[in-house]
Each structure stands twice: as C-alpha cells, then as structure tokens.
C-alpha cells in the first residue's frame, strides 16, 4: 500500500517548509496509512493527519522561494537500484491494484514509477483533496519486483520516479494509461486510438548551444482528484534546474483528442538568453520521398513526427519537413504572436510505413497554440544526427526575443493538442506528400510537392511562387493531382554548386495563397 504523509523534513523554507523535499527522512508521527485506492480523506480523521493546505499559489510561492537560492539537486535512488539493468528494471511493475483512487468513483487513477536504472532522481508526489494535500509513501506492496532485495530498496527510499494517469479513452470498461510524466521534466501523452511517440517537456535550455544544454526537472508533482462526473484532471508540478525555477498547471482532458492546457510562471536564478518554451521532441531517421537510410531497410518511413506546421501571427502557413541531417542543423522562423506550431505525423495508414511493431501510423502529433500575447522572437528547430530510431533527435520550441531577466516572473501560457494532423487545417488544403529527386532526361534536382483539397476552374490561373536561397529556380509548375483533390507541384533547380540552399514554394490563386507555403532546406 501507501502511506499518504503529512510532512517531509527537508532544507528549510520561510512560507511553507513543510511540503519542501526530503532525502528520504520522514518527519516522526506525522504519517498516516491506508490503501491507496481508498479515499484520503476516509482515513485522515485526527486533527495531525489533515494534509496541509494547497492550491495554485502553493506552487508559485514554492517556485520563487527556490529561486532565491542555488539549485540543491534533487534526492537520488542508491546505486543498487541505479545499476539495475533494463531487463531486471523492466520486471518492476506497478500493483494495479495499489492504484490511488482505483476503487473511487472518480474516472482517473493514479498509477506510478519505480526510482532506478535510467530514473535515479527521486520525485515528490502528492495527492490532493478538498484543498489539502496528502504525500505518497512507496511501499513494499507498491510493486512486483524480481527479488525481495529490490522490494525492500524501494520500500527504504519511499519515493518514485514519476507517475502516469489512468483514464477510459478508447472503451468505457477500461482505464486506458494516457499521460505520463517521467524523467527530467519530459511528459508523453495520447489520444484515442493512439500509441506513445513524440514528447513535450516543460522547458528547454540551452539546446545545441556550445555550453551544452541544461535539462530543468519536475522534482514535484501535486494531483487534483476530479469528483466523478469530471472528464479533466489538473497535475500542478514544480519545476527546478540550476538556471531557473518554474510553477506549472496542467489541466488535463482526455479524450479524441486529449488537450492539455499549461499555465507557467518562471523565476529566473540569471538572465536567460537561450530559453525553449513549449518544447517539443521527437524522431526523425528517414522518408524514402525524400530520403533515404545509409543502410537498407524494408521499411517505407521511420519516423515519429515528419513535417514542422507554424501558424503565423500574420496567419501564413508554414510546412517544414523534417530531415535527419550529417551535421547538426538548427532553424529559425521569425515571428511575432505566434498561433501556433507543431510536428505533425501526417501520414496515417500502415503502407506509409510497413512496420508491423512500431506502428508509426498511429503516433500522435502535437500542436502548440499560445493562449497568451507570446511578442517577438522564433520558432526554433533542431535536427540532430541520429543512426537510431531509439533516439529522440528533434526538438521543436519558441525562443523569446527578449532575455528573460533574473529575479523578473515570466508568465505564458498555451495549449497542447494531440492530434492526428494540424487541426487549424481541418478540412482545409494542405501538403500531403513531399519528394525529391533529379529532374527526368536532365541534371538538376527538383522537388515535387502534392497539395490535397484544392479545387479550380483552371489551371492556368494557378500562381506557382518559388525561390532557392542559392542559385536559381530552372522551371516552376504544377498539374492537377485527383488522387488528393488537389494539386502537384514540380520544382527544378540549379544550386550553383552550393552545398546546401533554402527553398521555398507557395501556390496562389488571384494573389491569395491556396495552401501552406512549403520550406526546405536542400543539402548537396
């Protein structure tokens, strides 16, 4: 079972010492047990097992607290769970029945992660009701482990590694897990239908620059239990990390698709230069359209995010598909007030791909949409070098303008969607399929592009615009493509023996784009 705590006995705070972090000590006769799956509040009845009070501004004042002092890293597993293995860490598995607030009337249950292997920081996790929250305890029961040396280690350390939540998404008789948390400050999620794939994470830091990338963590995470008739959890998490400290609310609904809503509030430790909000990571290693993998592979595509969607805050549509470069490749799209950004896995049927185990299909996509004033700056992307579709080797964030300074809150927040395809374009035209090649019976290379949902009178009175950052654009057309109800566009172009050249294509109908304008960058 679990224990649900009172306090923790930690380095001490001025407002709220008592729900700081531990290294493991519990604080004497301040605990209260009962199954996990009961209701708290059934069990804490004496006035010194009442929780302590919590809400939103628990987090914020916790966070700017944190601020004003350098980062103490959070408490780890002991080496004996640490060196686990991956296939003895595998065979710790989560008691279902142990699951808080699975025997509740509530939809949503809790289940959670064991510390060790990979995961070697322990997190706090609380429960939370009617206003006040309750610590989670690991216990002996709390997991089937491979030997009782294990048992014993995690019941010693009490804490875990994260948590993931349990709600009926895909049939009403089943608790479907659809969110987890797990590991720095990464989170996945699904929707119907849909298999684990890209993730978000809660900040971003210093990607690929030459100091090296600083990676925040979620040291502590604050569960709301929803009554019955709620369809939506909140997930409150407290972010920390040698540069910055952060409050995070998440609300959560799952569903077809599953949206989750995030308001953040940042307390700066120095000045930020390099800062990635809403980011996103994903992999990338081929498409055969547009390319191909260095050794053979019977597989069409692999990938779980192939193309990057931007919505302007002047409302152009960008598509970016992605590449898995040689050398390290960063983008940048100016912007201001941004509506939105993404990577988007488009291709949805099992040919697009051939893989009976990974199911590429049915990877969610995820789209970004700022519920706030985001100002200046640009929508970053990082393609890294990867030979491996176990690596995450793209990520996808906005980076500010303007520094964001120490001791100064930031505040933003934004909606994250997860969806089959961009849903700004429901049933609007959009790039459906992009190949590359060399031009038939000639030596130039050329692009072709296929546009679906694309009706005119006459083709002729299609504007094909195209431009190559280097050398120039040989011939430029298009042809009426019934099998998407839209159109092809054929693009060939001389890159004056440059290495590599920015190409850009946008289809108008009396000056009016009809689609997303299309970018790529063409490596030699």
């Not at 916790?62 to 686990?84: F, G, H, K, T, Y």
């Not at 590991?183 to 929707?191: D, E, I, L, M, P």
């Not at 959890?233 to 599953?258: C, E, M, N, Q, W």
Request: glycine share 6%.
């Amino acid at each position: 079972m679990f224990t649900f705590m009172k306090k923790l006995t930690t380095f001490t705070l001025p407002l709220i010492a008592s729900v700081c972090f531990s290294s493991g000590l519990m604080a004497e006769n301040n605990t209260a047990s009962l199954s996990a799956s009961d209701s708290v509040e059934d069990a804490n009845t004496s006035e010194m097992n009442q929780g302590y009070s919590f809400n939103r501004k628990t987090v914020i004042d916790l966070a700017q607290q944190l601020a004003q002092q350098p980062m103490q890293d959070p408490a780890r597993a002991p080496d004996a769970l640490n060196n686990l293995d991956y296939d003895t860490y595998r065979q710790i598995n989560f008691q279902q029945n142990q699951a808080v607030w699975g025997k509740s009337p509530t939809q949503f249950s809790i289940q959670l992660f064991a510390p060790g292997f990979l995961y070697k920081d322990l997190v706090e996790i609380d429960a939370v009701e009617s206003g006040k929250a309750y610590p989670i305890q690991a216990t002996k029961d709390s997991f089937v482990t491979p030997t009782d040396e294990i048992d014993q280690l995690i019941s010693d350390v009490g804490k875990f590694a994260g948590l993931r939540l349990h709600y009926p998404i895909n049939r009403p008789d089943y608790k479907d897990e659809f969110i987890v948390f797990q590991g720095a400050s990464y989170f996945r999620a699904v929707s119907k239908g849909q298999n684990y794939g890209i993730s978000a994470r809660g900040l971003a830091l210093d990607v690929a620059q030459p100091t090296g990338e600083e990676f925040p963590v979620f040291r502590h995470f604050w569960i709301e239990r929803p009554s019955s008739s709620q369809q939506a959890i909140v997930v409150h998490a407290l972010l920390d990390s040698k540069s910055v400290t952060g409050a995070y609310r998440f609300g959560i609904f799952p569903g077809a698709p599953t949206r989750i809503d995030v308001e953040a509030t940042l307390f700066p430790r120095k000045d930020l230069q390099h800062v990635g909000l809403a980011p996103l990571t994903s992999m990338y290693m081929f498409n055969g359209a547009m390319d191909h993998p260095e050794t053979e592979d019977y597989r069409r595509a692999v990938h779980d995010s192939e193309g990057l969607q931007i919505q302007t805050g002047r409302g152009e549509t960008l598509w970016r598909p992605l590449m898995n470069p040689e050398n390290l490749q960063i983008s940048a799209f100016m912007d201001q007030t941004p509506q939105g950004f993404g990577l988007i896995q488009r291709n949805r049927d099992f040919e697009d791909y051939l893989d009976l185990e990974a199911h590429y299909q049915t990877r969610p996509s995820i789209w970004v949409k700022p519920l706030n004033d985001w100002g200046k700056g640009h929508v970053e992307l990082v393609e890294i070098p990867s030979n491996s579709e176990a690596n995450d080797n793209i990520v996808a964030y906005w980076q500010p303008e303007k520094t964001l300074k120490k001791g100064e809150p930031f505040n933003y927040s934004y909606r994250l969607t997860l969806t089959n395809d961009t849903p700004v374009l429901s049933g609007k035209p959009h790039v459906v399929r992009s190949a590359q090649g060399q031009k038939l019976a000639a030596e130039h290379p050329q692009v072709v592009i296929d546009f679906n949902n694309i009706e005119v009178q006459d083709i002729n009175s299609v504007e094909i615009e195209a431009s190559i950052s280097q050398g120039n654009i040989i011939e430029a057309h298009v042809a009426p493509n019934p099998y998407e109800q839209g159109l092809r566009a054929f693009v060939t172009f001389d890159p004056d023996n440059a290495n590599s050249a920015e190409l850009r294509v946008q289809l108008k109908h009396d000056d009016t784009p009809l689609a997303a304008t299309w970018l790529y960058r063409w490596l030699k």
